[in-house]
């Protein structure tokens, strides 16, 4: 599968949402926007654990294995709330969240996944009198499941997806009635 979703479904989606933009694009460019879409969410929902390791966000475990390019569709998995997501299907919320990042990719093809080269940034400059000190993230401690400083975050994509993202805790999950 070359993207989530459906090219049709993504231009139902961005019309109900007022997206004029979607539409002046061709069909060839919106589907290279929902590769780089899926893209982004196959590796933007992927943690980098302390023993070095990769693990998914999502719960269960790829429909087709290793052959299986994308991390959608999957068995056994769960939403956040507990309940099955039919096994060997993709949920609205990863196909949803895949159009608002093609959205982005189909104005700006690259941008969800910038290059970055730690050591070529800039800390301090001045110019005349003007004097700016940038952040310096090499020292920066970065969020969970953020390793690149480069890698954009955007919360509407990341609120959309939640529902079928994983915890990964090691205490059970207390619910409040």
């Known amino acids: 599968m070359a993207y989530y979703g459906t090219l049709t479904d993504a231009g139902v989606y961005h019309d109900a949402r007022g997206n004029s933009a979607w539409t002046g694009y061709t069909p060839a460019q919106q589907e290279a926007a929902l590769t780089r879409g899926s893209d982004y969410v196959d590796q933007r929902y992927r943690e980098h654990l302390k023993s070095g390791r990769w ?12 052959s299986q390019d994308r991390e959608w569709p999957r068995d056994d998995a769960t939403d956040y709330e ?8 993709t949920p609205t919320e990863v196909e ?4 608002e990042a093609a959205l982005r990719e189909a ?8 290059d970055y080269t730690m050591t070529e940034q800039v800390t301090k400059e001045k110019v005349g009198p003007i004097e700016v000190q940038y952040s310096d993230t090499a020292k920066m401690s970065m969020p969970k499941g953020v390793e690149t400083p ?28």
């Open 55 to 66: 693990v998914s966000m999502f719960s269960g475990t790829k429909t087709g294995g290793r």
């Open 82 to 89: 507990g309940l099955a997501i039919t096994d060997g299907t």
């Open 96 to 99: 949803k969240a895949t159009y």
């Open 107 to 114: 104005a700006s093809p690259g941008s969800l996944s910038p």
């Open 150 to 177: 480069n890698r954009p975050i955007i919360p509407e994509i990341d609120e959309i997806i939640a529902p079928v993202l994983v915890a990964r805790y090691d205490y059970p999950a207390v619910r409040v009635v």
